[in-house]
Nanobody
Framework: QVQLVESGGGLVQAGGSLRLSCAAS????????MAWYRQAPGKQRELVATITGDGNTNYADSVKDRFTISRDNANLMVYLQMNSLKTEDTAIYYCNSFTRSWAEYAYWGQGTQVTVSS
């Protein structure tokens, strides 16, 4: 059974930081690249950051040098450290595995709301 539970969101002022956590089931996490995604109001879900099973990372240009993705393979956890937050980072953040067809995934967790105030 697929399980994805995101947490750690909240309300923060611009310039602040948050750390998001994601607990994933083994069938999603094992040997898979994982990613964080976000969906802002009125916009499509977008890819924020990816991490391979051996720790190679990639970031959207909009978050590069501000966000850091990491994973704990032993505990099936994925994290997103978000620094220097901007109002445009306001969105619901989701984690999931990463493949080229991610936009067609049928299952997503409930996500965690991040709101950045000016």
């Amino acid at each position: 059974q697929v399980q994805l539970v995101e947490s750690g969101g909240g309300l923060v002022q611009a310039g602040g930081s948050l750390r998001l956590s994601c607990a994933a089931s083994g069938n999603v996490f094992s040997h898979n690249a994982m990613a964080w995604y976000r969906q802002a109001p009125g916009k499509q879900r977008e890819l924020v950051a990816t991490i391979t099973g051996d720790g190679n990372t990639n970031y959207a240009d909009s978050v590069k040098d501000r966000f850091t993705i990491s994973r704990d393979n032993a505990n099936l956890m994925v994290y997103l450290q978000m620094n220097s937050l901007k109002t445009e980072d306001t969105a619901i953040y989701y984690c999931n595995s990463f493949t080229r067809s991610w936009a067609e995934y049928a299952y997503w967790g409930q996500g965690t709301q991040v709101t950045v105030s000016s």
